[in-house]
């Protein structure tokens, strides 16, 4: 079964914008990552926070997690047609329960 | 090698019919995982090795569905009489040790088509 919840399912913004990613899980975890898919391929990994962590970036990607509230945020600066993909979160304990949601389908237009 | 290979890239099956799945991990990575996805939908959790060990096979859908990694590295999906059901792309991972926190890498995938 899954265990994050991507929100919204869909996102369409304008190059330029920010897009912004919610992942809600309801177990306790040690880490949360970010991976993106695009159209017809595997899962590139984004980024990875620990559950002792708050927040963190890695170029335009800025990630938060509150485990007080079980979620996590991606957001996106300054998007680019590049970035349309869909964008999931994955939970888990250890490395071998890592759980995906449903995913975010981000389109970006030029 | 690169990256986590997956052979055949794309497979189409009539119902009833057994295929194999490869997946060649990246060179060295303990870990490896096989996932289910479904069109729209986000990657489901199959099983996972440790080495040659597979510990936890609970996602596997039915006993149709078997894996294994005998000699740990590369490692073989199979299924059996294929249903349509089955349709969907199987996307095989690795990771370099089972410690929490180890970015997994993912293959590009095998697309199965059951008709």
């Known amino acids: 079964s899954q265990q994050g919840e991507e929100d919204p399912q869909a996102l369409s913004i304008q190059e330029g914008e920010n897009a912004t990613m919610n992942c809600s899980y309801k177990?306790?975890?040690?880490?949360l990552q970010w991976y993106r898919q695009n159209s017809g391929r595997g899962l590139v990994h984004l980024i990875l926070?620990?559950?002792?962590?708050r927040e963190k970036h890695s170029g335009r990607l800025r990630v938060t997690l509150d485990t007080s509230k079980k979620s996590s945020s991606l957001l996106i600066t300054a998007s680019r047609a590049a970035d349309t993909a869909s964008y999931f979160c994955a939970t888990g304990y250890n490395n071998n329960d890592m759980r995906f949601g449903a995913g975010t389908r981000l389109t970006v237009k030029p | 090698g690169a990256g986590v290979s997956q052979s055949p890239r794309y497979k189409v099956a009539k119902r009833g019919q057994d295929v194999a799945l490869r997946c060649d991990p990246i060179?060295?990575?303990?870990?490896l995982f096989w996932y289910q996805q479904a069109l729209g939908q986000g990657p489901e959790f199959l099983t996972y090795f440790q080495n040659e060990a597979q510990l936890d096979k609970s996602g596997l859908p039915s006993d149709r569905f078997f894996a294994e990694r005998p000699e740990g590295s590369v490692s073989t999906l199979k299924i059996q009489r294929t249903q349509q059901e089955d349709s969907a792309v199987y996307l095989c991972?690795?990771?370099?040790?089972?410690?929490?926190?180890?970015?997994?890498?993912f293959g590009e995938g095998s697309w199965l088509t059951v008709v």
């Open positions: 177990t306790s975890i040690n880490n």
């Open positions: 926070i620990r559950s002792n962590e």
């Open positions: 060179s060295g990575h303990v870990s």
């Open positions: 991972a690795s990771s370099f040790d089972r410690g929490y926190g180890n970015t997994i890498y």
